[in-house]
C-alpha cells in the first residue's frame, strides 16, 4: 500500500473520517445555534439604533449599522458555511478574506452613491421646495 493518498478519494472513505486533508467542517448544533443567536442580535442592534435615534448624527449610525453589517456577514460565513483556517487546505479562509475585500469595496461604494444621490438630488432648503411643480 502507498503512503501517499489516492488522488480521487471515495465519497464514502471522505464521509468517515478517512479524507486525507480537505475535510470540509461541520457545524454542530451549538455552533448553529451561536451563530443564529448573533444573527438576531446583529439585525436588532442596528434597527435599535435606527428606530430609537440613539445617534443625533446620522453619519454614526450610518457606520455603526455597516459595521453591523460587515461583522454579521462573518459571522455568517464562519458559524453556517464553515469557514475556517483548516478545512479545505486554507482556501475558505482564502474565500473569506476576498469577501471581506468585497463586502468592503460594496459597503463604502453604496455610502458614496447614497450620499451623492442625497446631495445632488434632494431640496437643499424649504424655499427650493416651495418653488418645486
Not at 478545512?87 to 469595496?105: D, P, Q, Y
Request: overall charge negative.
Amino acid at each position: 500500500m502507498s503512503s501517499q493518498a489516492p488522488a480521487h478519494e471515495d465519497a464514502h472513505e471522505a464521509h468517515h473520517g478517512h479524507s486525507h486533508g480537505h475535510q470540509a467542517g461541520h457545524g454542530t448544533f451549538k455552533s448553529y445555534m451561536t451563530g443564529f443567536a448573533l444573527s438576531v442580535v446583529l439585525t436588532a442592534i442596528p434597527f435599535w439604533l435606527v428606530m430609537a435615534g440613539v445617534f443625533a448624527s446620522p453619519l454614526v449610525t450610518a457606520v455603526l449599522v455597516m459595521g453591523i453589517g460587515a461583522i454579521q456577514i462573518v459571522v455568517h460565513m464562519v458559524f453556517f458555511l464553515h469557514m475556517n483556517p483548516r478545512s479545505e487546505g486554507g482556501w475558505t479562509m482564502m474565500a473569506l478574506i476576498f469577501t471581506i475585500i468585497i463586502v468592503a469595496i460594496a459597503l463604502s461604494g453604496s455610502l458614496w452613491v447614497m450620499h451623492h444621490l442625497n446631495t445632488n438630488m434632494m431640496p437643499m432648503s424649504p424655499e427650493m421646495m416651495k418653488n418645486m411643480p
